[in-house]
């Protein structure tokens, strides 16, 4: 009898395409339908478990599921668990396939681990077995509460750091990003901390730091050769290496900004600068560093060194036009505007006439006031 469809193919050509399967969903469908299948699970690069990987599963239990699984993908490069998982079971799973694994992602928030924690004290302490996978390029955290720094060790490889929606000491934080020297990429979104966090990264390309809450924190950022950074929900920033900064953007959507400090921003194209309440000393500051920025967002309320909300002082018009001569793009709201329009900043309107006629003849002039 002629075979047709995939029982033709030649069985490395089977293993090619079944290695392309990375849903757990989809693995366990696929290995159910012939042994000849069933095989192809050593040669499954990736593994995702998404998060109702199991509620159709009746009585069956997820921690054995995702062990077997694991157990059985012998060159697994890259685990991804979004479903409730035993923190108790992760050292075991780690160890199986330290090196081999390059990529990981955890959602750490199964309410028994949570409560188990708190209960015992060890607070991050389960997490301590990342430190296992020596060979790890990229982690992706979410949902965890890390009360102190994480005994990785040194994650010499890692390039990608990322933490989503969790509770952070300062300390911690700190701790962890130390045992990350090489990262390029790092990113700690939605966490909640407080306090002082100082980061010292050589090789870090884009930042982007999201804290939330509204105790006091400040940032020390030692890096040469960022070229982004996005920072939200600091009250004090000191950027320490700018030379190579492209795009900066700070906001603070709660509390003040007090102060900003940076030695200089020679290449900087894209400046943003949005919160309530900023210190005017800051946004000044700010300005005479980007004087080769093209696209600039303002958008601040208030000023103020202090908890008093205080109106802007004027600035002059032409003098702000005449030290930012690449500008092409210029969006201001709000308090600034105001600002920027007072009687004495307009003395000279003709020649500010001149100046955005030209501005708008060019095809990237694009002007929102």
């Known amino acids: 009898m002629e075979c047709d469809g995939m029982d033709a193919l030649p069985d490395g050509v089977v293993q090619s395409i079944l290695s392309q399967l990375s849903n757990a969903r989809d693995v366990a469908a696929c290995s159910g339908v012939s042994h000849c ?27 054995d599921a995702i062990g077997r699984m694991i157990e059985a993908a012998a060159r697994l490069e890259e685990l991804v668990i979004y479903c409730p998982f035993s923190s108790a079971r992760l050292p075991r799973w780690l160890a199986m396939r330290s090196a081999s694994l390059r990529v990981l992602e955890l959602r750490v928030d199964s309410a028994a681990d949570k409560a188990a924690a708190a209960a015992s004290g060890t607070g991050s302490g389960h997490l301590d077995c990342i430190g296992i996978v020596s060979n790890l390029e990229e982690l992706r955290l979410w949902g965890l509460t890390m009360t102190r720094a994480p005994s990785w060790g040194q994650l010499e490889r ?13 300390l911690a934080v700190s701790g962890a990003v130390y045992a990350c020297p090489n990262l390029t990429d790092l990113a700690l979104l939605g966490c909640e901390c407080s306090g002082s966090v100082n980061f010292a990264l050589p090789l870090l390309e884009r930042c982007r730091l999201d804290f939330v809450g509204s105790g006091s ?8 050769r960022v070229e982004s950074v996005e920072v939200q929900g600091f009250n004090w920033i000191s950027l320490q290496g700018g030379d190579c900064l492209k795009r900066l953007t700070i906001a603070k959507n709660t509390g003040s900004v007090y102060t900003v400090g940076i030695l200089r921003l020679p290449v900087l194209e894209q400046l943003s600068l949005r919160g309530v309440q900023w210190s005017w000393g800051a946004v000044s500051y700010l300005l005479q560093c980007a004087t080769e920025v093209k696209h600039l967002v ?18 002059d018009l032409v003098e702000f036009f005449n030290t930012h001569p690449k500008l092409r793009k210029f969006e201001i709201h709000g308090a600034m505007f105001a600002a920027l ?29």
């Not at 890692?158 to 300062?170: K, P, T």
Request: net charge negative; glycine share 6%.
């Open 217 to 224: 924190c400040a940032l020390t950022l030692a890096t040469p």
């Open 37 to 63: 299948w069933r095989d192809c699970v050593p040669f499954l690069p990736a593994l995702y478990f998404p998060r109702s990987a199991f509620d159709a599963a009746g009585g069956v239990c997820a921690d």
């Open 298 to 315: 303002m958008k601040v309320e208030f000023c103020g060194d202090f908890e008093t909300l205080q109106p802007f002082p004027e600035v």
């Open 341 to 369: 329009c007072q009687k004495n900043s307009l003395k000279n309107v003709s020649r500010i006439v001149l100046l955005i006629s030209f501005n708008l003849s060019l095809d990237t002039g694009i002007w929102h006031c």
């Open 158 to 170: 890692l390039r990608v750091l990322e933490i989503v929606g969790a509770h952070l000491e300062d």
